[in-house]
């Protein structure tokens, strides 16, 4: 994520901009900066720590000049830090840029520059932008901005000073939001609406390719070829609440509708470009260390437990590595056996969740290797763990883990293909075959979450119901128990787990007329098994609600209600699946009036054990 203003006008330009970047801190906040045009030259204050330490180092002494940029920071590449936070600048500090999202080829970018003499001040992928700048400025901004992204691969927005034409602020973007506000004699720009809002409602919603041209009359959009476009206003009606929250009534529905994005820069950088295989430049094990791993540990809590209980199937199945999969608060209380062969996952979402901590503490005691799957670059857990891969979810608000744990189970597929590449377990032609449904994904998640009339016809017919059960087998099992988790949480309903097979040992005395059950039956191999169960619980005058795969056309003879999801090949399931148990949570919480985003008892990030 990462938060980003400008302001170009007649007024002081900081104020705006650290008032901006509060509206913005949701998207992200461990660092913060400002650039400002003063006397000449383009001055930059940044520091690390939330935006009230910048307001700090800034007393007495804010920057003076009426254009600006400032950004908040969410990190990715390279931890919290002064030098990592933006703006960043070139070696003559004439070029700044603010940057949200992913330079995915900065490090040969990076690699030519240093070779041709500019010095880095930063471990951030966004440093490279200031630096071309400097390289291929011609005495014309917007053209060498144009050059320039012809040359950066990934996603961003991004907005550009140059202390040569101080008159105009140039910004773009590709797969990350961007918007200027119109003002008289006075323009801004923002990741988001609440950033403007107070100062405009006339908006120019900038699409991937644009490129503004900012200055404080005028706002002049051209693609990378030089084609003018023309933009339409866009009126905002949002109260300021309303858009920090991008128009959703939740931040927890905002999340759910960001898991598209939050898959692809989860993959960014880590699908091979030719959709061949798997890689973790991040990863700094040999082949031979990989190989040499002879058991798993995947230790983690909550929601994050869940996608472990995911990733044992997939390390299982793909890498043929023995998994255990624990509970953080139990693991370090059953002196669990481990050696040096053994790698311990830990994941989180927070990277602070004490309980968890404390395994990868112990885990590391016990002489295992130690990699963290967390989604906040710096946190405790990051820095711990001997290596560590990041879900690129963006800051995660909603008490309800939704975009953290799509992301988890991405991450756990990817590196359970890349060890089984190492090990010789998967094929070329497997992995293959897994990377390319791997990248249809964020496209079959916005699909379902374009047709959720269903989802809330059912929240409200069963929303008000005591209990709701949830069976599964095999991966749907896995997927059940975080359906469950996530209606209990947030609606309160009674929800339980169960694996299917497991339903005539007990559960089945619980299941009464009017019962609804949600049955997972995507996967392939206990199809059958699964309807019997169905049939089981239909038996006893239970509601059957199933989650099946779009082209199933024997499921409508046994549930009294189905869910289709796109086709998947079967670890993909999982991530598709879950799509409509959080959405029938939320809406079965809505229909009871609970608080969606902060649900009774709970806490976003568990510090205490
Ligand atoms: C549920 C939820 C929690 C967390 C758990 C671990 O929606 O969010 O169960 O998953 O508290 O938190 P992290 O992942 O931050 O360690």
């Known amino acids: 994520m990462c938060g980003i203003v400008g302001y170009i006008g007649d007024k002081q330009a900081a104020p705006f901009l650290l008032d901006g970047m509060s509206k913005l801190e949701y998207r992200g906040y461990d660092s913060a900066g400002i650039a400002v045009y003063e006397k000449g030259k383009i001055r930059v204050e940044k520091c690390v720590g939330r935006l009230d330490s910048l307001r700090q180092k800034l007393a007495g002494n804010v920057p003076v000049g009426t254009v600006g940029i400032g950004h908040t920071r969410w990190a990715t590449h390279g931890r919290p830090s002064d030098r990592n936070a933006h703006p960043h600048t070139d070696s003559s500090g004439d070029f700044v840029v603010v940057h949200n999202g992913i330079i995915e080829n900065y490090l040969a970018l990076k690699e030519a520059l240093l070779e041709k003499g500019h010095v880095f001040l930063s471990e951030t992928d966004s440093e490279v932008v200031a630096h071309l700048m400097e390289e291929n400025y011609n005495g014309n901004f917007e053209e060498t901005v144009?050059?320039?992204?012809?040359?950066?691969?990934?996603?961003y927005s991004l907005v550009f000073m140059c202390a040569a034409?101080?008159?105009?602020l140039i910004c773009t973007k590709k797969d990350n939001p961007l918007v200027i506000g119109l003002g008289n004699g006075e323009n801004f720009i923002a990741s988001d609406i609440p950033a403007i809002?107070?100062?405009?409602?006339?908006?120019?919603?900038?699409?991937?390719?644009?490129?503004?041209?900012?200055?404080?009359?005028?706002?002049?959009?051209?693609d990378?070829?030089?084609?003018?476009?023309?933009?339409?206003?866009?009126?905002?009606?949002?109260?300021?609440?309303?858009?920090?929250?991008?128009?959703?009534e939740h931040f927890m529905l905002k999340e759910i509708y960001e898991q598209p994005k939050a898959m692809r820069d989860t993959m960014t950088g880590r699908v091979a470009k030719d959709g061949s295989h798997i890689e973790f430049p991040e990863l700094n094990w040999t082949s031979e260390e990989f190989a040499d791993i002879n058991k798993i540990f995947i230790v983690a809590c909550g929601t994050a437990y869940h996608a472990g209980m995911v990733g044992k199937y997939y390390f299982e199945q793909l890498a043929r590595v023995p998994v255990e999969v624990d509970i953080a608060s139990e693991f370090s209380y059953?002196?669990?056996?481990?050696?040096s062969n053994c790698l311990t996952i830990i994941i989180s979402q927070s990277g602070e969740t004490s309980d968890t901590l404390a395994a990868l503490r112990e885990a590391r005691r016990l002489g295992s290797r130690t990699l963290a799957v967390t989604n906040v670059v710096g946190s405790s857990i990051a820095r711990e763990?001997?290596?560590?891969?990041?879900?690129?979810?963006?800051?995660?608000?909603?008490?309800?883990?939704?975009?953290a744990y799509t992301t988890q189970l991405l991450l756990m597929l990817m590196l359970s293909i890349y060890v089984g590449q190492i090990k010789g377990t998967l094929s070329a032609g497997r992995a293959k075959e897994l990377v390319a449904g791997i990248k249809v994904i964020p496209e079959q998640i916005h699909e379902l979450l374009e047709n959720v009339d269903q989802l809330k016809v059912f929240a409200t017919k069963y929303g008000n119901s005591e209990d709701v059960f949830y069976l599964g087998r095999s991966l749907d099992y896995a997927v059940a128990l975080e359906g469950a988790l996530k209606m209990k949480e947030i609606s309160y309903i009674h929800a339980e787990?169960?694996?299917?097979?497991?339903?005539?040992?007990?559960?089945?005395a619980l299941i009464v007329e009017g019962v609804p059950v949600i049955v997972l039956a995507t996967q392939e191999d206990v199809y059958e098994k699964t309807v019997?169960?169905?049939?089981?619980?239909?038996?006893?005058?239970?509601?059957?609600?199933?989650?099946a795969m779009e082209g199933d056309d024997r499921i409508p003879k046994y549930a009294d209600h189905v869910i289709f999801i796109p086709r998947a090949e079967k670890y993909l399931t999982p991530l598709l699946s879950v799509l409509p148990l959080q959405l029938l949570a939320y809406y079965a919480a809505l229909t009871r009036g609970c608080d969606v985003d902060k649900p009774r008892n709970l806490a976003k990030s568990v510090t205490v054990e």
């Open 532 to 547: 019997s169960n169905i049939q089981e619980v239909k038996a006893r005058d239970a509601v059957v609600i199933a989650i």
């Open 146 to 155: 144009k050059k320039v992204l012809r040359m950066i691969e990934g996603s």
């Open 165 to 168: 034409e101080p008159d105009k």
């Open 497 to 508: 787990a169960y694996a299917a097979g497991e339903l005539k040992h007990g559960t089945l």
């Open 334 to 339: 059953r002196s669990p056996i481990i050696d």
């Open 197 to 222: 809002i107070a100062k405009t409602r006339r908006t120019y919603i900038m699409n991937d390719g644009e490129i503004a041209t900012v200055t404080k009359d005028a706002v002049w959009v051209q």
């Open 385 to 403: 763990a001997d290596q560590v891969v990041y879900t690129y979810a963006g800051p995660e608000i909603a008490v309800a883990s939704t975009k």
């Open 224 to 248: 990378i070829n030089g084609t003018p476009i023309s933009k339409k206003v866009f009126e905002v009606n949002w109260n300021a609440e309303a858009a920090e929250k991008g128009g959703f």
